[in-house]
Every structure is written in structure tokens, then in C-alpha cells.
């Protein structure tokens, strides 16, 4: 990508000497301030590729608090591209100052399209596809959330030769993509675990199209309920983890990976002397508007 990049480190968090564990997370989120984490890593492909194909505008879609929409919108920029963000919600068109992604996102030259819910549902059909190149022309599409294959391909860039000493990958799972471009690029011996955002089965099935080898396993006792949902024990977990090793999480992902994993360590689920290695996929643009919610709920809000 033709913006300033940051290379991503291993930054080690100490945990009680008993515990004969090593636990380092990879700083992701650090590469760009934008376009961080997983979302750098789904982009650099597609984005290459719609440049290659002489697209002039990328058109994707997501919901109001995307990381993926403010992402989208913040790379195209950086590219000159025009971007379309088609949004899951039809009652938020006049809200976008209240709300810190959309406004981010405009302020980056982003276009919206917001569409009600039910319609939102059939947004992969012909028919939806068709009235949208009618509207905007034409366009490079980018798929909610970002997976597809160039976007695997572009996360089996996260791993490298020197994270091949680490046992465990951990991962924080949405749609499926950034797993499978880190299981796609495994070293012998080690296993990815991933901790599903959001409650289903189907995610089985979605990474398989894409996962080459069987190294890895879904842990699925950590989503808090579903996608984005929270409560004030995560609030808390996320609170401290910062204030103890100046890490910010963001409350839909990668919080819900570390609280789990400190979980599992505290039920001697992994051997010790075993290395683990956790992927911070970013995403903490998304806190201010989770702050938002839980205000709203009087419940405990996530230290900036």
C-alpha cells in the first residue's frame, strides 16, 4: 500500500512464574493507525488488484461501528480510490455525527449507501448487485469483513520465520479470513487456536474452504453472548490488561481472545513450557463506539 507502514513486534506480557508459560501477542494493530491489524493484512491484495483491473472505486459493506467500513475508507483514501460503503441499518442516515466510525469514514471521502436490514440480508444477490452498479457505476466489490482469497492470501503474511518457536497461535476469529491465511502458513507442530467473536457452527465450514492443513481449533466458550456483545466483567478484564502491559484490546475481538486464554491458562488447559503466541488483529477505533453502548447501559466503559 502506498501509505507509511509500521512492522508489527512480539511484545511479551509476563504471567506468574508458576505458571511455566510464555505468552507474547504480535502487534498487529500497530502497523497503521487506520488501517491496522487484520485489516491491512485483508486489504493489501484486493486493493493491488483492483488497482491492476483499473478500478476507480471500491464498494463494501458493513455495520455502523465497522472496522472494516472505517478501514476500507481510510486505505482507499490513502490510494485514490473512491469508496462506497453500503451499511446494514436504514435509520442511521442522518446519524453519522453521532457516530465516531461513519463520521471517520466519511471524513475520509467515504460514500453511503445505508439500507434497511432485511434488505441488508440479501446484499449477495444478483438482484441487490445489479441496482448497485446501476447507482454507482462500476466498482471493485470487497466482501463484509474483507475475507476472501486475496484477503487469506494477505494474512499469511502475519506469521514469520521467527514466530516458528511458538507452539500456540491464537487468534481472535470474525468471518473467518484471518485464520485461515495464519493456519495456511503453519510451521510443523504448531496449532492455531481460534475464539469466535460471534455464536454459530457455520465458522467450521467457512474456514475449511480456505484452511489448507488441519493444525488448528475452534474455542468457542468466549464470545459473551455474540458478535459485539459485552459485559462489565470483559470491561474490566480489558481495563486492567492495559493498565498492566499498555496494551490497548478492542472489546468485539482481540479482548475476548486475551480473556479467554487467560482463562485457559488459569485451568492449566495448555503443557507447561508451552509458547504462545496471541495475534492482536487490531480494531481499537471500535472502543469509542462501544463506550457509546455501554453509557448507555450505565455499565462500566473501556479506558482510552
Not at 442511521?92 to 432485511?118: S, Y
Amino acid at each position: 500500500m502506498e501509505f507509511s507502514l509500521q512492522n508489527s513486534v512480539n511484545q511479551q506480557i509476563f504471567l506468574p512464574k508458576e505458571k511455566e508459560i510464555e505468552l507474547f501477542i504480535k502487534r498487529e494493530d500497530r502497523i497503521h493507525p487506520f488501517v491496522s491489524g487484520n485489516k491491512y493484512r485483508k486489504l493489501k491484495y484486493n486493493l493491488i488488484e483492483a488497482k491492476d483491473q483499473g478500478f476507480k472505486t471500491l464498494l463494501t459493506f458493513g455495520g455502523a461501528f465497522s472496522n472494516h467500513i472505517a478501514a476500507v475508507a481510510s486505505a482507499g483514501n490513502g490510494m485514490g480510490f473512491n469508496t462506497i460503503g453500503i451499511i446494514r441499518g436504514g435509520e442511521l442516515g442522518d446519524k453519522i455525527n453521532d457516530n465516531p466510525t461513519l463520521k471517520f469514514a466519511e471524513q475520509n471521502g467515504m460514500q453511503f449507501k445505508f439500507v434497511p436490514r432485511d434488505v441488508y440480508r440479501n446484499k449477495h444477490s444478483e438482484t441487490f448487485m445489479n441496482e448497485l452498479k446501476k447507482e454507482f457505476g462500476r466498482f471493485y466489490t470487497i466482501p463484509e469483513g474483507g475475507t476472501n482469497a486475496l484477503a487469506v492470501k494477505g494474512c499469511e503474511d502475519i506469521l514469520t520465520e521467527t514466530d516458528k518457536q511458538f507452539d500456540y497461535i491464537c487468534c481472535a476469529v470474525g468471518t473467518g479470513g484471518t485464520i485461515s491465511g495464519v493456519i495456511n502458513c503453519l510451521k510443523p507442530g504448531q496449532q492455531v487456536l481460534g475464539f469466535p467473536a460471534l455464536k454459530g457452527d457455520f465458522l467450521q465450514q467457512d474456514i475449511s474452504k480456505f484452511a489448507t492443513n488441519s493444525q488448528w481449533k475452534l474455542i468457542a466458550d468466549y464470545h459473551f453472548g455474540g458478535y459485539a456483545k459485552i459485559n462489565a466483567e470483559l470491561v474490566a478484564f480489558i481495563n486492567q490488561f492495559k493498565k498492566q502491559n499498555q496494551v490497548p484490546l478492542d472489546p468485539v475481538y482481540t479482548g475476548k481472545m486475551l480473556f479467554g486464554i487467560f482463562d485457559l491458562i488459569e485451568k492449566n488447559y495448555f503443557p507447561k513450557g508451552a509458547k504462545i503466541l496471541a495475534i492482536h488483529t487490531g480494531g481499537v477505533q471500535g472502543i469509542d463506539g462501544m463506550n457509546q453502548l455501554l453509557k448507555k447501559k450505565n455499565l462500566p466503559i473501556i479506558d482510552k
